[in-house]
């Protein structure tokens, strides 16, 4: 009861109450815009089915073992290269970050150079170099891992800030309480502070992840047969190309949903052993 009203007590210092005006017209605009949106869509179902795009025979390969498989296959290699160039961030990140907050200028400031130009990068743009720029100076990198160098280079990154930010939410008196009892710098940054920011910031890491599986639909760009990939070749093999990029966002949205999940899983219990 008590948290509850401080909440509300919050709650109506930052943000006025709507008058009984104010809530008819915000009655009013909801649907009006509910009725808006329904108009789209019944539209967008008539021109569909005017084009014969409702038919069930063209929604079929959604539930087709052949093309699920083909797309199946697509996915699995999607998430090699994620799982693959998450594992290779998450340690360039945490590198970078350690880089970043070192004593040494000599390595902060590369460290810090590194992490703002790639943040700051597209990751297309990274990949292009990867894919045209390094072969005109004599390095050629097999499909698979010119996608992984681009993820990595743009994703690392991202991790190192948020390993970062969870290094810097650590209290100093840690640092110091293991400096009391004779630890060096590095054992306290491996003991200590780093095992407790990765328990902070594992969901913000698993977010990262979905992201940086997400990311892999460039695989279509370097020909790489990852799920985007196969879902075009499906769709100009038979036609329909709004059920195959249906079929192919389904997939996605499957793998962010379990990754999701567990993401929450792992919040609740670095909740508990706070």
């Given amino acids: 009861m008590n948290s509850t009203a401080k909440t509300g007590t919050a709650d109506d210092a930052l943000f006025d109450q709507l008058g009984p005006r104010a809530r008819a017209r915000l009655r009013t605009v909801s649907i009006i815009a509910t009725v808006v949106l329904l108009a789209v869509v019944t539209g967008m179902l008539i021109a569909l089915g005017a084009s014969g795009q409702l038919d069930p025979d063209r929604w079929a390969i959604l539930v087709?073992?052949?093309?699920?498989?083909?797309?199946a296959t697509g996915l699995g290699l999607t998430l090699v290269v994620g799982l693959v160039s998450t594992a290779l961030s998450v340690i360039l990140g945490v590198l970078l970050a350690l880089g970043r907050i070192s004593r040494s200028a000599w390595l902060r400031l590369p460290c810090a150079g590194l992490i703002e130009f790639f943040r700051a990068m597209p990751l297309l743009l990274i990949l292009?170099?990867?894919?045209?720029?390094?072969?005109?100076?004599?390095?050629?990198?097999?499909?698979?891992?010119?996608?992984?160098?681009?993820?990595?280079?743009h994703a690392s990154a991202i991790f190192a800030e948020i390993v970062r930010a969870g290094i810097l939410s650590i209290g100093s008196g840690q640092s110091e309480a293991?400096?009391?009892?004779?630890?060096?710098?590095r054992e306290v940054m491996g003991l200590i502070v780093l095992p407790q920011a990765t328990r902070?910031?594992?969901?913000?890491l698993i977010t990262q992840m979905v992201r940086t599986i997400k990311e892999s639909s460039l695989?279509?760009?370097?020909?790489?047969?990852?799920?985007?990939?196969?879902?075009?070749?499906?769709?100009e093999f038979t036609g329909n190309f709004i059920q195959s990029f249906i079929g192919v966002g389904l997939f996605y949205i499957i793998v962010n949903i379990v990754l999701s999940r567990v993401a929450e899983r792992l919040t609740s219990r670095v909740g508990k052993h706070a």
Avoid at 131 to 147: H, I, S
Avoid at 200 to 204: H, K, R
Wanted: hydrophobic share 55%; glycine share 12%; proline share 5%.
């Fill in 64 to 71: 087709d073992g052949d093309y699920l498989g083909f797309l």
């Fill in 128 to 153: 292009f170099f990867i894919m045209f720029a390094m072969p005109m100076l004599g390095l050629r990198l097999p499909t698979f891992w010119q996608l992984v160098l681009a993820i990595v280079a």
């Fill in 178 to 185: 293991g400096k009391a009892i004779g630890l060096r710098h």
């Fill in 200 to 204: 902070a910031l594992t969901p913000a």
């Fill in 219 to 235: 695989g279509y760009v370097v020909g790489l047969s990852e799920l985007l990939n196969n879902g075009k070749i499906l769709s």
